[in-house]
Every structure is written in C-alpha cells, then in structure tokens.
C-alpha cells in the first residue's frame, strides 16, 4: 500500500501532466529562460490556512531551485491582504507551478475553514466532527489533512483501515450477528487489529449491535430525539464481564463510542452534540467546498 507522501506524489505528478502537456506555451515563448523573480501567495477572503506544506512540495518537485519564505503556517486564522509566503526563483517555474499550488491551496483552505465552522458550533462539548468517503477522487489525503487543520477528526482514510458495517453489508450478511462475527473472524484470520463500527436503523439494531459486541455504533438518520433515547439506552448496557474480557470488541455502554450520520446540517449540528454523541459525520466538510480566494501575484 501507498504511504501518504507516495499518493501526493502521485497527485502532483497527474496535475503536472494535465497542466502541462507538452509545454506551457505562453510562458515558454515569453519569459526568457534565465529570468529571475518572486511571487507572493496573497490571501483574498478571511479563512483557515491549509495546504502550505503541500505547495513547498509542489515547487520542489517541479524546480528543486525554488525559495520559499513562509510567513503563515497551516492552521492559522487568515484574512484579506495576507501574505503567506514568497517564492524566489526562475520565472518560467513560478508561472508553471502557480496554477497547481493554487488548486490545492484553495481546495485545502476551503476544506479547513468548513471545518473550523462545523466545529465551532460544538465549542464547549465533547463531540468532534468527522469527515466521509465523500472526497475529490486523487485528493482524500490531501482533504482529510485539511479537516484535521481546521480542528475535526479523520473518520476512516479508506476501506483498509477500518471495518464499518453498514446496512447493505448486514443485509447481505444475513444479520447483524451474522455480519459482526465474520468481521471478527477475517480480522482474527488476516491478523488485522481494527476498530468495528455498525451502523443502525432503529433501537432493535442497537440491542443487536451491543450484545454482539462493537467498538462504535453509527445511529443513521435518527432524529435529535431519538439520538438522545439512543445515547440513554446505549450508555445503560452492562456488558457481562466475561464477555469484554474474551472480546476486546464487547464493550459496556459507557465505553462504546457512538456517532451521529445522515442528513445533519450546520443548523441541527450542535442539537445531535448535546445529545452526548461522541462524534458527527459530515459529508459537506469535502463534498460541496467553496475554495478560499487567494491570488499569487508577482513581487
């Protein structure tokens, strides 16, 4: 399996191919090869900062040659005039890598700033945010690092390195026992020590996911109401002592981690919080992301 370096290396290697083609023709024909300059990364609308880190890759791999200066790291709150950082060098190479650093700079920005607002509406609970599989194909780990520098959680990177069990697996596994215990059984096989998630439709699979025995139960598409009778009936199980003891996936209610998904909005966001979930899923912190306005300009 790819690392995270390896997959980004191959991001930029796709965007420089499809930018690029055979020649940035404008350039090439206009700037003089040895001509020398700098550009500044100028911040347009106020917002988290994401993607620093990844742009210094994206001018190394494209001239090794390049200076970057960083004024502004990942993370920090930025508004309009900002600078963030300044890059020296041949002016055939900033004009060709602009467009690339761009992209994923505003894309990451975008993404940290959504998050920065979900998580905002929690200030003071327990509950954090987490991201989805919901991201640009080419660009997850790039978009889940953004979540995290705009304060919220990784749910699952892939479908590696977490087993989730959701409706359409139970029902084609015959059931929630049925669907829990083969999970067990292939990680036991495969010599895989990852975390079991289910998810739920109503109080019946809760019952269900407690006795066969789950580190996270996902309540889908359950109103503020009955997540709160959910979280209740969820943190009341006593699990028999002899159970969590042979399972390390059999835990008592007060130890199951439990998640809210489906259909959550901004609006009932902090409603879900208060109920005592241990995390909300939302699909909007990469799916329908605004990019942060910034600009690279010469300097």
């Not at 991001?11 to 001509?35: K, M, R, Y």
């Not at 669907?179 to 109503?202: D, F, H, P, Y």
């Amino acid at each position: 399996m790819k690392t995270r370096d390896e997959l980004i290396d191959d991001l930029l290697t796709l965007a420089f191919a499809e930018d690029g083609g055979d020649g940035d023709a404008t350039t090439l024909s206009t700037i003089p090869a040895e001509e020398m300059g700098k550009q500044q990364l100028i911040v347009k609308q106020p917002g988290i900062l994401a993607g620093v880190e990844v742009a210094r890759k994206v001018f190394d791999k494209f001239d090794p040659d390049l200076k970057m200066t960083v004024y502004i790291n990942d993370g920090a709150r930025v508004k309009p005039g900002d600078v963030a950082f300044v890059v020296e060098g041949k002016v055939r190479s900033l004009l060709q890598t602009e467009r690339v650093m761009l992209n994923i700079m505003q894309r990451m920005s975008g993404v940290a700033t959504m998050t920065d607002v979900y998580q905002s509406r929690l200030d003071g609970l327990k509950t954090k945010v987490l991201d989805t599989r919901k991201t640009t194909p080419g660009m997850r780990m790039l978009e889940k690092e953004a979540v995290k520098i705009g304060g919220g959680s990784n749910h699952r990177i892939g479908l590696f390195d977490m087993i989730l069990i959701k409706d359409n697996h139970v029902d084609f596994a015959g059931g929630i026992p049925q669907a829990v215990s083969a999970a067990k059984k292939w990680c036991e096989e495969n010599g895989k020590n990852l975390q079991i998630e289910l998810e739920v439709r109503n109080e019946d699979e809760i019952d269900q996911a407690l006795k066969a025995g789950v580190d996270r139960i996902m309540l889908d598409n359950f109103t503020p109401e009955r997540t709160r009778k959910a979280v209740e009936r969820i943190r009341a199980y006593n699990a028999p002592a002899e159970m969590t003891a042979a399972d390390p996936h059999h835990h008592s209610g007060k130890d199951v981690e439990i998640e809210s998904s489906g259909g959550i909005t901004l609006e009932t966001l902090r409603d879900y919080g208060e109920c005592g979930v241990d995390f909300i899923s939302v699909g909007a912190l990469t799916h329908s992301v605004k990019g942060l306005d910034m600009s690279f300009k010469a300097c």
